[in-house]
């Protein structure tokens, strides 16, 4: 069974930072892959960054130049860094990963940004 806690999210002014952390219960040295997910009420769940196990990354393109994702497969963590955050960056964060029997989903991270 794959365990992945999410832990980092808050509230924050417009412009600030934020770096949410996923910690998983696996070694996430072979995993496919890894990202993070957000989610607003009422919408559809949107890819906001993905690092496959060579260290690939691709970002979603609002978050292009904010947002960096990273892992460290020493520690099983995979991190978001979020820097010059906007209103309209608030959702709750999902980490995921993809391991060879299916998809992995943390339980989500609220993420407020408000002034």
């Known amino acids: 069974q794959v365990q992945l806690v999410e832990s980092g999210g808050g509230l924050v002014h417009p412009g600030g930072s934020l770096r949410l952390s996923c910690a998983a219960s696996?070694?996430?040295?072979?995993?496919?892959?890894m990202g993070w997910y957000r989610q607003a009420p009422g919408k559809e769940r949107e890819l906001v960054a993905r690092?496959?196990?060579?260290?690939?990354?691709m970002y979603a393109d609002p978050v292009k130049g904010r947002f960096t994702i990273s892992r460290d497969n020493a520690r099983n963590t995979l991190d978001l860094q979020m820097n010059s955050l906007k209103p309209e960056d608030t959702d709750v964060y999902y980490c995921y990963v993809v391991r060879w029997d299916g998809d992995y989903w943390g339980q989500g991270t609220q993420v407020i940004v408000s002034s």
């Open positions: 696996i070694s996430i040295i072979n995993l496919h892959a």
């Open positions: 690092i496959d196990n060579a260290g690939n990354t």
